[in-house]
C-alpha cells in the first residue's frame, strides 16, 4: 500500500517499496497492550512485547510507515545530533555515557532482530564521520572528541579531512525493515490495524482506547509512539519543538563516495548516506515548522550546498520533507506518560536520532511493562525536569508565543483569483481565520485556520501542500484533515465565501519563485 498522504511529497522508500494492506478496526477488541502508531516506535515495542508473551494491538491512523518512518533518512546511529559536550553539561557525565550507551545499544538491537527475523533490508555496519566545513567548527570537533573520550567511547578518533570517525554505526531500508516487523507481529499473534485513527485515551484500571469510528480496544497498557504525543494537550508540547527537514536523493557516479553516515557541525546542519553506490540522500536545512514562508527555498539551499561540495553528482531522484522533535535538552522522552496513569507510556522527542530513539523506546517501556528495571528510565523520563536546559525552554516557549500574534496580524482582503493553482493562503473574514486552498481545477476549499490543538494560526506548506501549525507541530492536508498531531480533529469547516469578496493573502506561500 501507499505509505503517501494525498499530495505529500514521496520519500525514496515509499518509492521502492510497498507495505502490505490491513484492515481498519470493525469491532471492540481487547489487548494486553494497545500500541499507537504503526512506524519503527510502535511496531518495535509491539514485536518485542509479542517477544515477551503480551498480546498486543496496534493502531495506525493511515498506512504502516506512513508517518515518519518514511520520510527518515535511516541513520542508525550512536553520533547524536546534539553533541555529547553538550549532552554532558545537560546530564553529567554520567548521563552522557548513558547515552551513548543506549543508543549503542539500540543499533546492536535491530542488528540482532534482523538476524533473528532473517529481514532483507539492506541492514549494514559502516563508518560515521562528524566533519566540519570550516574554521568556525573546528572547536566543536574537539570538544567532542575530548567528551568521547571521557564518556568511554575510545572508538572515536580523528580521521582524515577534519573528522572524527564514529566507527560501527548502521543503516537499512526503513520501509523493507517494517514490512517484515509487521508480518512478524502478525504471525506472533499480534492485532495490526490501519486507518483506525484513536481519538480518545483512558488509562489506569480500566484502560481502553477509542477509535475516531466508535470502535474501543480494552487492554492492559497504552504505548502512544506517534512521533508527538497525542493523548494529551500539554504535558510534552512545551518541553519539545518541531522542526521540518528536508532530503534530496541524487544521483551519482559508482565508488565516487565512500559508503559511510556524515554530518556536519554547521547550523542549519547536514547529514548525508548512500543508499547504494549510486545514490547520495542528503538533508538539512531544518526550520521551525509552520515558520518558513518559502520552503521550497530549503531545498535549493540543500541543492546548492550539495552540487557545491560534490560536483559530480548527478540529477535528483527524490525529494521530500520530514518532522523532528527537538526535546529542550537533547534526549528523548521515553517512558511512563507525565500527568497520566502509570499504565500509558509515550516515544517522542527524537532530537534527529529518530531510529535508535525509537528502539530505546521500545526496549525501555518493554521493561517498564514487564516490571524489570532499566539503567535508561530516569534519563529520558517524560517526566524529567531539567534545569540547565531552562534557556532553550524559555527561547523556544517565547516563540511559540509569538506565533499567537497572526490572530491580531491576519488581514481582510477582496480577492483569490490571483491565488496560483495547487496552493494556499490564509486570510480573516470578519471574525474568523479562514484557510483557502485552490486545487489544481481551480476550485477553492476553505475552512477554519484555527488549529483545534491550542488555537494556533497555521500556514501554508507549498512543498507538502498542507497546513502547518507553528506552535506545536500540527499538521493538516489542503482540505483540513488531520496528518500529524498533536492535534487529534480535523480543521474546521467554515461557511463558504465567494472568493471575489475575500481579500489580500497574509500567510503568503504561492509559487515557487
Not at 555529547?84 to 549503542?104: D, P
Not at 484500571?205 to 494537550?233: E, H, M, Q, W, Y
Not at 527537514?245 to 557541525?265: M, Q, R, T
Request: charged fraction near 20%.
Amino acid at each position: 500500500m501507499n505509505t503517501v498522504h494525498p499530495e505529500e511529497s514521496v520519500p525514496l522508500w515509499s518509492g521502492t517499496t510497498e507495505m502490505q494492506e490491513f484492515s481498519p478496526l470493525r469491532d471492540d477488541v481487547s489487548a494486553d497492550v494497545c500500541v499507537v502508531g504503526g512506524g519503527i516506535a510502535g511496531l518495535s515495542t509491539a514485536y518485542l512485547l509479542m517477544k515477551e508473551g503480551k498480546s498486543v494491538c496496534v493502531l495506525e491512523s493511515f498506512e504502516l510507515g506512513s508517518g515518519q518512518t518514511s520520510r527518515t533518512t535511516a541513520h542508525f546511529s550512536n553520533a547524536l545530533d546534539d553533541r555529547y559536550f553538550e549532552i554532558e553539561k545537560i546530564h553529567g557525565l554520567q548521563g552522557a555515557r548513558l547515552a551513548s550507551e543506549s543508543h549503542t545499544a539500540a543499533i546492536q538491537k535491530v542488528a540482532d532482530i534482523v538476524r533473528a527475523e532473517n529481514i532483507d533490508c539492506d541492514f549494514e555496519y559502516l563508518n560515521g564521520y562528524l566533519f566540519q566545513d570550516s574554521k568556525d567548527t573546528e572547536e566543536t570537533l574537539t570538544k567532542e572528541f575530548e567528551a568521547c573520550q571521557r564518556i568511554g567511547m575510545k572508538q572515536v578518533v580523528y580521521a582524515k579531512e577534519n573528522s572524527l570517525c564514529f566507527p560501527r554505526q548502521a543503516q537499512l531500508h526503513p520501509l523493507k525493515y517494517l514490512r517484515r516487523l509487521a508480518e512478524c507481529i502478525s504471525e506472533g499473534g499480534g492485532q495490526i490495524y490501519t486507518h483506525s485513527f484513536a481519538e480518545k485515551f483512558h488509562g489506569g484500571p480500566d484502560s481502553f482506547i477509542k477509535t475516531r469510528d466508535g470502535f474501543t480496544v480494552r487492554c492492559g497498557a497504552i504505548v502512544v509512539a506517534t512521533n508527538t504525543p497525542i493523548n494529551d494537550l500539554f504535558a510534552i508540547h512545551t518541553k519539545q519543538y518541531a522542526y521540518r527537514s528536508y532530503v534530496l536523493a541524487f544521483e551519482i557516479p559508482k565508488g565516487k563516495i565512500e559508503k559511510a553516515l556524515y554530518w556536519d557541525c554547521e547550523d542549519p546542519y547536514h547529514y548525508a548516506r548512500l543508499e547504494s553506490e549510486t545514490v547520495l540522500i542528503v538533508g538539512g536545512e531544518d526550520h521551525k515548522t509552520g515558520q518558513e514562508s518559502h520552503p521550497e527555498h530549503c531545498y535549493q539551499r540543500l541543492e546548492n550546498w550539495v552540487r557545491q561540495k560534490y560536483d559530480f553528482v548527478g540529477k535528483i531522484l527524490y525529494r521530500w520533507s520530514g518532522q523532528v522533535m527537538e526535546p529542550m535538552d537533547a534526549l528523548g522522552f521515553l517512558g511512563r506518560n507525565p500527568a497520566d496513569y502509570d499504565n500509558v507510556y509515550v516515544i517522542t522527542g527524537d532530537s534527529g536520532n529518530g531510529m535508535t530513539h525509537a528502539m530505546i523506546g521500545a526496549m525501555l517501556i518493554t521493561d517498564q511493562i514487564m516490571g524489570r528495571q532499566n539503567a535508561w528510565e530516569n534519563l529520558y523520563s517524560p517526566s524529567r525536569i531539567s534545569l540547565r536546559a531552562t534557556s532553550t525552554f524559555l527561547k523556544e516557549n517565547l516563540n511559540t508565543a509569538a506565533q499567537y500574534a497572526d490572530w491580531v496580524t491576519t488581514k481582510s482582503a477582496e480577492s483569490l483569483e490571483n491565488l496560483p493553482l495547487g496552493e494556499g493562503c490564509v486570510f480573516r473574514d470578519g471574525l474568523q481565520l479562514v484557510a483557502a486552498y485552490r486545487n489544481d481545477n481551480g476550485a477553492y476549499h476553505t475552512v477554519s485556520a484555527v488549529c483545534p490543538h491550542l488555537g494556533g494560526v497555521v500556514s501554508w506548506n507549498t512543498v507538502e501542500k498542507s497546513w502547518d501549525c507553528p506552535c506545536h507541530g500540527s499538521r493538516f492536508d489542503s482540505h483540513g484533515k488531520v496528518i500529524e498531531g498533536p492535534a487529534v480533529s480535523d480543521l474546521k469547516p467554515v461557511d463558504y465565501v465567494e472568493p471575489a469578496v475575500l481579500v489580500e493573502r497574509v500567510s503568503p506561500v504561492l509559487s515557487p519563485t
